[in-house]
């Protein structure tokens, strides 16, 4: 379990994060959503530790981030697979070795070992065999999606965090993504954290939410509970759309 | 106040990048592939403008010593003294910034914006060191052969000279270039050549780690690198020289 306890961050003169609290269980798929600005991507990368807080505890099981030496920081690490925007593979490497690279540099296992588990991973996230010896500029979007899970989850880590898993991906390939990312957050009990503004995913996938507005936690709860909220700025960010008003008249 | 910044970001990068490999293994599988890239596949503009100095030299100072006064060899003796001294380390180098320099900040560049450093940062690598290292040795250890290499090319470049026209004769050449041979400036010229590969590589892979935005910023990083680069290695080359050959 990840749990942010009072996190603030600031940058200059400009708060972005106020007061944030949050726990995020594991084996569940937790989201945080929010408008672009919001201060989403800035949270989440405070919590892996890529900016540093101005105030507050991140605990990965106990385990305070901003109390840790950066050699602790990168044995915390060796826990977690992210999962980028841009898929941001290796483009000097192949599909294969890409995936490889994590065992290669941490696994004290045999290169057949690495290659055997790398498969495994690919096959996981039903990537075609043949693409296993190409470059990532030579795959479609999609499959540079399952390339970067599979990547991710190589080391079997105890955190998984996914910003904007479907951007730039068809409806229908972000499905298979958002499903390929629960299956495995269920599947190895992870403890995973997505960020999000496609409601298309939240309502697909999200388990635990978080709404970010204006860099403080607005909103807290269900998928089931969202329709129900009398929040106008959740309101307004997730029924931007005629389909979701549609949507909540249905289920009220 | 940047110039304080630049070298206190500097100096805390090249901590983090003069440290032993997370995984030995990595690094040298990396190393062969820089030894290539940024050495032999400098190979053929180094004998090109080696080959073309070399004569234009030649047949520069021929011209310009055009007095009886002065001895027939002192021709093949200028341009020696003038590529062992100067042209292969200094300008090679100079002229490598550009090459290496860029081809370093855009690679690093196009990795930070494209969030591959970041991606390693969060598996747990030392990316500075994972990157940056395998390129400052592999560049550093190829330095001195490039620089051997083109002192050999510029003065056969000088001595086509005189095979194909009637500026020079062959022998005065030959006797000019091997008249009153110093070694110790080919130990000069290869400890500068040391330093400047030191300031390319690892100059031009700060600006490629810090890059930040999109494409313009990655162009403007390797502009950079390439620039700042140069002015270092003009003010080590007045540095070195004061020390070694005053």
């Known amino acids: 379990m990840i749990s942010v306890k009072n996190v603030d961050k600031i940058f200059g003169d400009n708060h972005v994060l ?16 929010g408008a672009s600005g919001s201060g989403k991507t800035v949270l989440m990368k405070s919590i892996i530790g890529l900016h540093r807080i101005n105030n ?3 605990e990965y099981d106990g385990r305070n981030l901003p109390d840790m030496k950066m050699s602790d920081i990168r044995i915390l690490r060796r826990e977690v697979g992210m999962l ?3 898929s941001a593979l290796f483009d000097s490497l192949s599909v294969l070795e890409n995936v490889m690279y994590p065992l290669e540099m941490f696994s004290r296992t045999s290169k057949e070992e690495m290659k055997d588990r790398a498969i495994t991973c690919l096959k996981r996230v039903d990537l075609p065999e043949h693409s296993y010896h190409l470059a990532p500029s030579e795959i479609s979007g999609g499959m540079q999606k399952r390339v970067a899970i599979a990547r991710a989850i190589s080391l079997q880590p105890k955190y998984l965090f996914c910003d904007e898993p479907n951007s730039g991906l068809d409806p229908k390939t972000s499905l298979i993504i958002d499903q390929l990312i629960s299956e495995i957050t269920h599947e190895f009990n992870i403890t995973t954290i997505i960020n999000s503004h496609d409601m298309n995913s939240v309502m697909e996938i999200g388990e635990h939410i978080i709404f970010i507005n204006k860099g403080e936690k607005a909103w807290e709860g269900s998928k089931e509970d969202i329709f129900h909220v009398e929040n106008e700025e959740l309101n ?13 008249k249905a289920n009220q | 106040m940047n110039i304080f910044q630049d070298t206190g970001k500097y100096t805390l990068l090249m901590k983090r990048v003069l440290v032993a490999p997370d995984r030995w293994r990595m690094f040298f599988r990396q190393l062969p592939k820089e030894l290539e890239k940024l050495g032999l596949q400098s190979l053929p503009i180094v004998v090109i403008i080696s080959i073309f100095i070399g004569a234009i030299m030649t047949i520069q100072t021929k011209l310009n010593t055009e007095n009886p006064m002065l001895p027939t060899y002192s021709t093949g003796l200028v341009t020696r003294d003038t590529l ?11 002229i490598l910034a550009g090459k290496i320099g860029s081809n370093i900040a855009s690679e690093i560049g196009t990795m930070r914006i494209t969030e591959q450093i970041d991606a390693l940062e969060i598996m747990g690598v030392n990316s ?12 550093v250890f190829m330095m001195p052969f490039l620089v051997i290499f083109s002192m050999t090319i510029g003065l056969v470049g000088g001595y086509l000279v005189g095979v194909f026209s009637d500026i020079i004769t062959t022998a005065d050449y030959l006797l000019g270039i091997q008249y009153a041979f110093i070694p110790y400036y080919v130990f000069y010229s290869l400890v500068k050549s040391l330093v400047f590969a030191f300031i390319i590589s690892s100059v031009a892979a700060y600006y490629g780690y810090y890059a930040y935005g999109g494409a313009l910023d990655v162009g403007k990083a390797s ?10 290695i003009l003010f080590f080359n007045l540095l070195i020289t004061n020390v070694m050959l005053n």
């Open chain 1, 18 to 33: 106020k007061n944030i609290s949050a726990d995020f269980e594991a084996g569940k798929t937790n989201m945080i959503i």
């Open chain 2, 128 to 139: 500075a060191n994972y990157l940056i290292l395998p390129k400052i040795v592999a560049f």
């Open chain 1, 236 to 248: 307004d960010f997730v029924f931007a759309s005629e389909l979701y008003q549609k949507v909540k």
């Open chain 1, 56 to 58: 507050g505890r991140i």
């Open chain 1, 84 to 86: 980028f925007q841009g």
């Open chain 2, 84 to 94: 062992l001294l100067e042209f292969s380390s200094t300008i090679l180098c100079l």
């Open chain 2, 223 to 232: 502009t950079n690198a390439v620039v700042n680069g140069s002015i270092l």
